[in-house]
C-alpha cells in the first residue's frame, strides 16, 4: 500500500510532537494494560490487526522511524526513506503471542530514544529534505517525518481506543 500523503497536521512543529511522544511514553501503556485479553487479541475481521498487533506494528513503525530519523541527518540530500514491509513484519515478528508488557517496555524504550535523537537535531538538519516515497513523489523535510511519525502513532491509537479519542487531553483527535 502506498501513501500519497503522511497523516501530519501541518500547524504542530518537532516539538510539540516530542512532548506529546513523551506523554504517551507513559499514558498508552497504562491504559493498553486495562484491557482485557480477550480486547487484546481480538480481530475485527480476516485481514485485520488485533490491538496488541497494531501495538507491534508502532514497534516496528519507531524502529524504522529511529533509523530514518538518524540516517537522514548523514546521509545524501535528499533521503530516500526504505519502506518497510508493514504486515508481513507483524506475521513474522508473532507479536500476537508475545506477552504484553514485553511489547510494552520495547515500544517505550524505542520512542524514549526517538525522543533523545530528535531533541539533539539542530534546525538546519530539520529542514533536511527527505522523499518519503509518496505516489505523489513530494519531499517533505525531515521535520515533517518526524511530526508525521507521532501523527500516525495517534491515528493507531484511535483504533486501540475508538470510544474515547481524546476527551482526557492525552492525545489530538484525528
Do not use: C
Not at 52 to 77: P, V, W
Not at 146 to 159: G, L, P, R, S, T
Request: avoid cysteine; hydrophobic fraction near 35%.
Amino acid at each position: 500500500m502506498s501513501l500519497q500523503k503522511g497523516y501530519a497536521d501541518d500547524t504542530i512543529d518537532v516539538n510539540t510532537s516530542m512532548d506529546r511522544l513523551e506523554n504517551y511514553i507513559d499514558a498508552f501503556p497504562l491504559r493498553v494494560k486495562k484491557l482485557s485479553s480477550e480486547e487484546l487479541l481480538y480481530r475485527s475481521a480476516e485481514g485485520k490487526w488485533s490491538k496488541k498487533e497494531i501495538l507491534g506494528h508502532l514497534i516496528d513503525s519507531a524502529i524504522n522511524n529511529l533509523k530514518r530519523f538518524t540516517d537522514a541527518q548523514y546521509s545524501t540530500l535528499p533521503y530516500e526513506a526504505v519502506k518497510y514491509q508493514q504486515v508481513e513484519l507483524v506475521v513474522v515478528n508473532n507479536y500476537q503471542n508475545l506477552p504484553l508488557d514485553h511489547l510494552l517496555a520495547l515500544w517505550q524504550s524505542l520512542n524514549r530514544q526517538i525522543v533523545f535523537v530528535v531533541r539533539n537535531i539542530d534546525e538546519e538538519r530539520l529542514n533536511y529534505p527527505v522523499d518519503p516515497q509518496y505516489e505523489n513523489g513530494e519531499l517533505k523535510t525531515l521535520g515533517w517525518i518526524i511530526v508525521d511519525y507521532v501523527a500516525h502513532m495517534e491515528h493507531h491509537f484511535h483504533q486501540v481506543f475508538p470510544q474515547n479519542p481524546a476527551s482526557d487531553g492525552w492525545g489530538a483527535k484525528r
